[in-house]
């Protein structure tokens, strides 16, 4: 079989790229964001209400063997469960994008927390009302590794409306931790929440996040680890 000549059909060489792809001072920052919470809280359809590329799920049909392991009580029409994470993208502006990771909220996946969450910036918390024990795992674990987060209450239908201030001291939180009522299948209030927890992060680990938000020169030194688990560390 005979081929055309490669050096005549070879693609011209387009030269220098535009904007940012040749200027690295403006390519858009990336950071890392945790989504967590309970079993079947809204993690899947926060990510997805989002996500600008299509997101990654690792969702797995539930069987009658986890009938006695995961509750179903509040989402009886819950078919389906995800095993490893939730992956998505959101650029909330021409220079800083959001990938998402949400975890599996079961106890049985809380090993792979350290994983997900090393080199996060920060944590949204989703809570539901109905079962706002499901949350505390997630609570204590970022507090243990000090990693800046908020409680965002995903609003179910058919149930009760509660409080900011009300949800904050049910769950015994520290008066600086946004608390946020909003809906996981509305962009808008998932974008809200995201913003939230982005300024959160500035407040509270302003050198950690200003490297990547702002893109600080690679020879700048680097900020000591916060310690915790989120870094390995015992």
Same mark, same amino acid.
């Given at each position: 079989?005979?081929?055309?000549?490669?050096?005549? @059909?070879?693609p011209?060489?387009p030269?220098?790229?535009?904007?940012?792809?040749?200027?690295?001072?403006r390519?858009?920052?990336?950071?890392?964001?945790?989504?967590?919470?309970?079993?079947? *809280?809204?993690?899947?359809?926060f990510?997805?209400?989002?996500?600008?590329i299509?997101?990654?799920?690792?969702?797995a !049909?539930?069987?009658?063997?986890?009938?006695?392991?995961?509750?179903?009580?509040? *989402?009886?029409?819950?078919?389906?469960?995800? !095993?490893?994470?939730?992956?998505?993208?959101?650029?909330l502006d021409?220079?800083? %994008?959001?990938?998402?990771?949400?975890?599996?909220?079961?106890?049985r996946f809380?090993?792979m927390?350290?994983?997900?969450?090393r080199g996060?910036?920060?944590? !949204?918390?989703?809570?539901d009302?109905r079962r706002?024990?499901?949350?505390?795992?997630?609570?204590?674990y970022?507090?243990?590794?000090?990693?800046?987060?908020i409680?965002? %209450?995903?609003h179910?239908?058919? @149930?009760a409306?509660?409080?900011?201030?009300a949800?904050?001291?049910?769950?015994?939180?520290?008066?600086?931790?946004?608390?946020?009522t909003?809906?996981?299948?509305? $962009?808008i209030?998932?974008?809200?929440?995201?913003?939230?927890?982005v300024? $959160?992060?500035?407040?509270?680990t302003?050198?950690? !996040?200003?490297?990547?938000?702002? $893109?600080?020169?690679?020879?700048?030194?680097p900020?000591p680890?916060r310690?915790?688990?989120c870094?390995?560390?015992?």
């Open positions: 079989m005979d081929y055309a000549d490669s050096d005549a @059909t070879a011209r060489d030269g220098p790229g535009p904007g940012w792809q040749t200027d690295l001072s390519a858009p920052a990336a950071t890392k964001i945790v989504i967590a919470g309970g079993f079947g *809280v809204g993690k899947t359809t990510v997805g209400s989002v996500s600008e299509t997101p990654l799920r690792t969702e !049909v539930m069987t009658t063997a986890g009938e006695d392991v995961d509750d179903h009580t509040a *989402v009886p029409a819950k078919a389906t469960t995800t !095993v490893a994470m939730d992956f998505g993208r959101i650029t021409t220079d800083l %994008v959001l990938y998402l990771f949400g975890t599996p909220g079961q106890q809380w090993f927390w350290d994983d997900v969450v996060a910036i920060g944590a !949204v918390v989703l809570v009302t706002l024990a499901d949350c505390f795992p997630a609570l204590d970022f507090e243990s590794c000090r990693l800046p987060y409680v965002a %209450v995903n179910f239908e058919g @149930t409306r509660h409080s900011p201030e949800v904050r001291e049910a769950l015994s939180l520290e008066p600086d931790v946004p608390v946020i909003m809906d996981a299948r509305h $962009r209030t998932v974008v809200e929440t995201l913003l939230t927890l300024g $959160r992060a500035l407040e509270t302003p050198g950690a !996040v200003s490297r990547a938000v702002h $893109r600080a020169a690679p020879s700048a030194a900020e680890s310690g915790g688990r870094d390995g560390s015992s």
